[in-house]
């Protein structure tokens, strides 16, 4: 496997992971889950405006860009800019693209992993545990020393969270 595409496998897993955590899992990326959970009532909100010819069509970044923006699909043309512009640096520099997009995500779950409400992760632990819930006990058992290690070594938080990644699973709880 070329590490472009273990890039490529990296950063949409864990993003995809994320995604998951704030739809079905929200207590355990932040102790007060209303934000996460208005924000994400939000998006569907605004996804339910769009009509359903747009979703079928292959250009919908584009159709919600071209609309104008009159306070509706706010949070969606937001995130259709943003893919816009990632899908103009990747027809640039495609293997950088997604390395950086690997490295964020890595960084972002250990940045992300002592947030949350401590119940709702030691919960999760008892059923096996989440990723996220994993990275989580590790912080809570001061192994900064460790982490702070690998985050320091070349490859980084990403050599850490693919490690941990690889060895349970993201959804280890689901199993």
Not at 12 to 34: D, E, M, Q
Not at 63 to 92: E, S, T
Not at 98 to 116: I, N
Request: hydrophobic content about 45%; some cysteine.
């Amino acid at each position: 496997m070329s590490l472009s595409n273990e890039n490529f496998i990296i950063a949409s897993a864990l993003s995809g992971y994320y995604a998951y955590l704030v739809a079905f899992a929200p207590r355990l990326i932040c102790t007060n889950a209303t934000v996460s959970m208005f924000i994400f009532d939000q998006v569907i909100k605004e996804a339910r405006g769009i009509p359903l010819s747009s979703v079928l069509d292959n250009d919908i970044y584009q159709k919600l860009m071209n609309q104008p923006d009159r306070g509706g699909h706010r949070i969606i043309q937001r995130g259709a800019r943003l893919a816009n512009d990632l899908q103009q640096i990747q027809n640039r520099e495609r293997d950088f693209l997604w390395k950086v997009l690997a490295d964020f995500w890595a960084e972002y779950m250990l940045l992300l992993s002592p947030s949350g409400d401590p119940m709702a992760h030691v919960e999760h632990l008892a059923k096996g545990g989440e990723f996220v819930t994993h990275l989580w006990l590790c912080s809570r058992m001061q192994a900064f020393s460790t982490m702070a290690q690998l985050c320091n070594s070349k490859n980084g938080p990403f050599t850490l969270c693919v490690t941990i990644f690889n060895v349970i699973g993201p959804h280890a709880s689901l199993e």
